[in-house]
């Protein structure tokens, strides 16, 4: 079973407006870690956003936000007032308490087009 | 400035000439990982490394040999490319766990190979 799903392959945002972006997850460590990451077009991995499992607060940074739905094994990305700069690749991952090698699970991706 | 590298950036080889991509972190880092990103798949993890001379077999490893004899680097060595292995491979580091889940990964820029 997918460990990450992404079901949105690509979506247009018209500028200035929110964006959400989709994540489930599957695992039964009580311990993990949800990370967004986005990538444009150069291809370098920038991260976003952190939601630990036990945080009893959804995350910011700055524009984005994490909804963070635990009992749904859900974390949306939210992106407010969408900016050109923001068209991308949109990863979400996460990392178990008990993988070995620090590994981060990725999901599919999303892929975001923000129109003028 | 705490960075990861990787060379070449691209590289077009042929089928079965033995190729090394170089990663190397200035962070001291134990963590070293490689990724490799394939559409709709997400970034998968190859092989990682928890710190020198230890090296275990990540998601997908079969076609790839690493190393870990100096802390900072870790190359990818491929030593009969094929043409699936045509892909956007990433090096990543991070401390080891227990620091803490919100330690996300330091990614290098991504190689972009491709396999005639």
């Known amino acids: 079973a997918q460990k990450i799903t992404q079901t949105q392959p690509g979506m247009f945002v018209q500028e200035k407006e929110a964006v959400t972006l989709d994540c489930t997850y599957d695992?039964?460590?009580?311990?993990?870690?949800l990370f967004w990451y986005k990538q444009p077009s150069s291809g370098e991995m920038i991260f976003l956003i952190y939601q630990g499992s036990y945080d009893q607060q959804n995350a910011t940074e700055g524009r984005y936000s994490l909804n963070f739905q635990k009992a749904r094994k859900s974390a949306n990305l939210v992106i407010s007032a969408s900016q050109l700069g923001d068209s991308a690749m949109y990863f979400c991952a996460m990392r178990e308490g008990r993988a070995a090698g620090n590994k981060l699970t990725f999901g599919g991706g999303t892929r975001v087009l923000v129109k003028p | 400035e705490a960075q990861v590298t990787q060379n070449p950036r691209y590289l077009i080889t042929v089928t079965g000439k033995k190729l090394t991509v170089t990663c190397s972190q200035n962070m001291n880092h134990e963590y070293m990982s490689w990724y490799r990103q394939d559409p709709g798949l997400g970034l998968r993890q190859i092989y990682y490394?928890?710190?020198?001379?230890?090296?275990d077999k990540g998601d997908v490893p079969e076609g790839y040999k690493v190393s870990r004899k100096e802390k900072r680097n870790f190359p990818l060595i491929l030593e009969s490319p094929s043409p699936n292995q045509t892909s956007l491979y990433f090096c990543?580091?991070?401390?080891?766990?227990?620091?803490?889940?919100?330690?996300?990964?330091?990614f290098g820029p991504g190689t972009r190979l491709t396999v005639l």
């Open positions: 490394s928890m710190n020198v001379e230890v090296t």
């Open positions: 695992t039964s460590d009580p311990s993990y870690g």
């Open positions: 990543a580091s991070s401390p080891p766990p227990g620091h803490s889940l919100t330690d996300t990964q330091y």
